[in-house]
């Protein structure tokens, strides 16, 4: 625990190093209100390197982030320029700044409560004490200094160092869950994040806000965000894993299922050009569409304010993809998978392929997985262009011949010849 406390310099020697660091230590240098805190202030601990810096001060937090801004572009950056964004939420008194290659939150010392449970908090001006408090969990209660006279020194939490050294996530208060129960999703993400289990007590706690509905008490917006979040993780299927433990899932109606392997099975399909994020969604979503139809799914991702083409794009492929199970098995050829599949979203045919491992039928993996590795980026060295010179009118005809040249490419029954693609191509029988 004394090495934690002891390395205050060290962290804001690290900071320095971090993108938007030196300008936010040259600005906090001549004030002692400036605290660098919460997830910031525990990676750096941690020797990882975090995602934004979180930055606490007394009073105006949007001035404070003005004066950041114009500090981070360097003079003639214009690129740096235009990437510079500052976004000021004056009801919870923050500000965020957004450059390239990094983000910084600004944000008023405050103390919160919570008119009823699962409400947004009442703000107020509050103490650095009180400010801690407010604070999900211990590990993200450690705050550093960053200027003046306690340049370096750190605050902390109760508990908060000791639960850091033993990789513990503990709520900083009884009613956490309960006034916010975003920190459920929160719990799920840290833990598979950090690699830190929650301590008996605040496991118990979750159990307990579950139980009584905790969720139902907040908005649909706000646990969506933490879905989507956690959708996002580096490490999401250790995130889902953690929510289906905590019960989570179950707890959206009409119930999310999650299913691990299947998970990692679809990604390990999944190019590279499609949506990770979507493709574990839907394998979230295809047990409850097999279950209570598409209609219940709508509904819960409209409620959770998914954007209409992500909603739409994960709940179709959990619904093609047990169809396209049954049906990759009985396609020999590969222009009897392109005729399936070209049209098909890739994160469908990701689960289909995942789906057909999972229930040991091998034809179909290995067809999904052909399609998405090898066939599908098989490409004709003629266009239309070149069957429009040949006096092909423009039409319908030209897409149908195209095709039939690029059905027996696929079937090894034409060379890369553009010679012979475009004989094919005019001979082909329209």
Same mark, same amino acid.
């Given at each position: 625990?004394?090495?934690?406390?002891?390395?205050?310099?060290?962290?804001?020697?690290?900071?320095?190093?971090?993108?938007?660091?030196?300008?936010?230590?040259?600005?906090?240098?001549?004030?002692?209100?400036?605290?660098?805190?919460?997830?910031?202030?525990?990676?750096?601990?941690?020797?990882?390197?975090?995602?934004?810096?979180?930055?606490?001060?007394?009073?105006?937090?949007?001035?404070?982030?003005?004066?950041?801004?114009?500090?981070?572009?360097?003079?003639? =950056?214009?690129?740096?320029?235009?990437?510079l964004q500052t976004t000021v939420h004056e009801r919870f008194g923050t500000a965020l700044v957004s450059f390239q290659g990094g983000r910084i939150d600004v944000a008023a010392r405050r103390s919160e409560s919570y008119p009823a449970p699962g409400a947004l908090p009442d703000v107020r001006a509050g103490t650095p004490d009180e400010d801690l408090a407010r604070r999900d969990f211990t590990v993200n209660a450690i705050a550093v200094a960053l200027g003046?006279?306690?340049?370096?020194?750190?605050?902390?939490?109760?508990?908060?160092?000791?639960?850091?050294?033993?990789?513990?996530?503990?709520?900083?208060? =009884?009613?956490?869950?309960?006034?916010?129960?975003?920190?459920?999703?929160?719990?799920?993400?840290?833990?598979?994040?950090?690699?830190?289990?929650?301590?008996?007590?605040?496991?118990?706690?979750?159990?307990?806000?579950?139980?009584?509905?905790?969720?139902?008490?907040?908005?649909?917006?706000?646990?969506?965000?933490?879905?989507?979040?956690?959708?996002?993780?580096?490490?999401?299927?250790?995130?889902?894993?953690?929510?289906?433990?905590?019960?989570?899932?179950?707890?959206?109606?009409?119930?999310?299922?999650?299913?691990?392997?299947?998970?990692?099975?679809?990604?390990?399909?999944?190019?590279?050009?499609?949506?990770?994020?979507?493709?574990?969604?839907?394998?979230?979503?295809?047990?409850?569409?097999?279950?209570?139809?598409?209609?219940?799914?709508?509904?819960?991702?409209?409620?959770?304010?998914?954007?209409?083409?992500?909603?739409?794009?994960?709940?179709?492929?959990?619904?093609?993809?047990?169809?396209?199970?049954?049906?990759?098995?009985?396609?020999?050829?590969?222009?009897?998978?392109?005729?399936?599949?070209?049209?098909?979203?890739?994160?469908?045919?990701?689960?289909?392929?995942?789906?057909?491992?999972?229930?040991?039928?091998?034809?179909?993996?290995?067809?999904?997985?052909?399609?998405?590795? =090898?066939?599908?980026?098989?490409?004709?060295?003629?266009?239309?262009?070149?069957?429009?010179?040949?006096?092909?009118?423009?039409?319908?005809?030209?897409?149908?011949?195209?095709?039939?040249?690029?059905?027996?490419?696929?079937?090894?029954?034409?060379?890369?010849?553009?010679?012979?693609?475009?004989?094919?191509?005019?001979?082909?029988?329209?």
């Amino acid at each position: 625990m004394e090495d934690l406390r002891a390395s205050g310099q060290a962290l804001l020697a690290r900071l320095r190093e971090l993108p938007g660091g030196s300008c936010l230590l040259e600005l906090a240098a001549g004030r002692d209100d400036v605290e660098l805190i919460g997830g910031a202030t525990r990676d750096l601990l941690l020797f990882r390197s975090p995602r934004e810096l979180d930055v606490v001060v007394d009073g105006d937090a949007a001035s404070f982030a003005a004066e950041l801004a114009a500090k981070l572009p360097g003079p003639g =950056e214009e690129e740096a320029e235009r990437s510079l964004q500052t976004t000021v939420h004056e009801r919870f008194g923050t500000a965020l700044v957004s450059f390239q290659g990094g983000r910084i939150d600004v944000a008023a010392r405050r103390s919160e409560s919570y008119p009823a449970p699962g409400a947004l908090p009442d703000v107020r001006a509050g103490t650095p004490d009180e400010d801690l408090a407010r604070r999900d969990f211990t590990v993200n209660a450690i705050a550093v200094a960053l200027g003046g006279p306690r340049a370096g020194s750190v605050r902390a939490a109760p508990c908060a160092f000791e639960d850091l050294a033993s990789q513990r996530l503990r709520v900083l208060h =009884e009613r956490s869950f309960l006034d916010d129960p975003t920190r459920l999703l929160r719990l799920a993400r840290y833990r598979a994040r950090l690699d830190f289990e929650p301590e008996p007590r605040t496991g118990e706690l979750a159990a307990e806000a579950l139980a009584a509905g905790a969720l139902a008490s907040v908005s649909g917006a706000r646990v969506g965000r933490e879905l989507r979040l956690a959708l996002e993780e580096v490490d999401a299927i250790g995130a889902l894993a953690a929510l289906e433990e905590l019960g989570v899932l179950r707890a959206l109606p009409p119930g999310l299922d999650f299913d691990r392997a299947l998970a990692r099975r679809a990604l390990e399909l999944l190019p590279a050009d499609a949506r990770a994020d979507l493709e574990l969604l839907a394998s979230l979503l295809v047990r409850a569409v097999a279950r209570a139809g598409e209609a219940p799914l709508l509904a819960l991702l409209d409620e959770l304010e998914f954007v209409a083409g992500d909603r739409d794009r994960a709940i179709a492929a959990a619904t093609l993809a047990p169809a396209l199970l049954e049906r990759l098995e009985g396609l020999e050829s590969p222009s009897q998978l392109r005729e399936a599949l070209h049209r098909t979203p890739l994160e469908a045919v990701a689960l289909a392929g995942a789906l057909g491992e999972a229930h040991r039928r091998p034809g179909a993996a290995t067809a999904a997985r052909r399609w998405l590795s =090898e066939l599908r980026h098989v490409r004709l060295r003629i266009s239309g262009d070149d069957l429009l010179a040949a006096g092909i009118p423009t039409g319908p005809e030209i897409g149908q011949r195209l095709e039939a040249a690029l059905d027996l490419r696929l079937d090894g029954k034409l060379d890369d010849s553009p010679d012979a693609q475009l004989r094919a191509a005019l001979e082909a029988a329209v």
